[in-house]
């Protein structure tokens, strides 16, 4: 499969807890996008790098989030002391430069 | 803060029926326009992009874009009871910028 690839595909958790995911996008893709979607809504843009710089984090995004994509391939998203409002899809998604982003299959996180 | 604004719908249709989702985006700089298909409980599928005025055509797919007017549409002809789904309106804007979709439900 050389799609979007990502893990784990759900995580439940505890709230206090930290929680890693990874992403690892279409080979020849150089951008890497997060997302984040709740139950009817679209997904909300989180942050996305280029090739291993991280150009951009939503403003939404609380201290308690961080990413890399420390070698400029895959990308790893963290959750530190979650909270259930933290509840939620994360989505990744990669693109080559400015073309059309394809999306993975998305971790499913549930924090109780 | 770009906007996109989508109906959340359901719309429904019948079997066979042509189906019309619409968009509207505030920016009226937008060059790049993308709908996506998602199914409940799975992540977003591309299904067509337009960069210029005018339709573009791809299969039972139709996208319309009227920069002027600030709008972009789907429409689905010969609609399956496989295309309900939720449908995604994007802009691009480095990163997407996404509506909240319209859920579409063809009735059989």
């Known amino acids: 499969d050389t799609g979007v690839s990502q893990d784990p595909r759900h995580k439940i958790t505890k709230r206090g807890q930290n929680v890693t995911f990874r992403c690892d996008p279409i080979s020849e893709h150089n951008r890497l996008y997060w997302y984040r979607q709740t139950l009817g809504q679209g997904p909300e843009f989180l942050t996305y790098f280029q090739n291993e710089a991280q150009l951009e984090k939503s403003r939404l995004l609380s201290d308690r989030f961080s990413a890399e994509r420390p070698k400029g391939s895959f990308s790893t998203l963290e959750i530190q002391r979650t909270e259930q409002g933290d509840s939620a899809m994360y989505l990744c998604?990669?693109?080559?430069?400015?073309?059309?982003?394809?999306f993975g299959q998305g971790t499913r996180l549930t924090v109780v | 803060q770009k906007e996109v604004e989508q109906n959340s719908g359901p719309l429904s249709v019948p079997e066979g029926a042509i189906a019309s989702l619409n968009c509207t985006y505030s920016?009226?700089?937008?060059?790049?326009f993308f709908w996506y298909r998602q199914y409940s409980g799975k992540s977003p599928e591309l299904i067509m992009f337009?960069?210029?005025?005018g339709d573009k055509e791809d299969g039972r797919f139709t996208a319309q874009l009227n920069k002027a007017s600030q709008y972009v549409s789907l429409l689905i002809r010969d609609s399956q009871p496989s295309d309900s789904a939720t449908y995604l309106c994007a802009v691009k804007d480095t990163p997407l910028v996404f509506g909240k979709g319209t859920r579409l439900s063809v009735i059989a």
């Open positions: 998604a990669s693109s080559l430069s400015s073309r059309e982003a394809f």
């Open positions: 337009i960069y210029s005025n």
């Open positions: 920016d009226r700089g937008s060059q790049s």
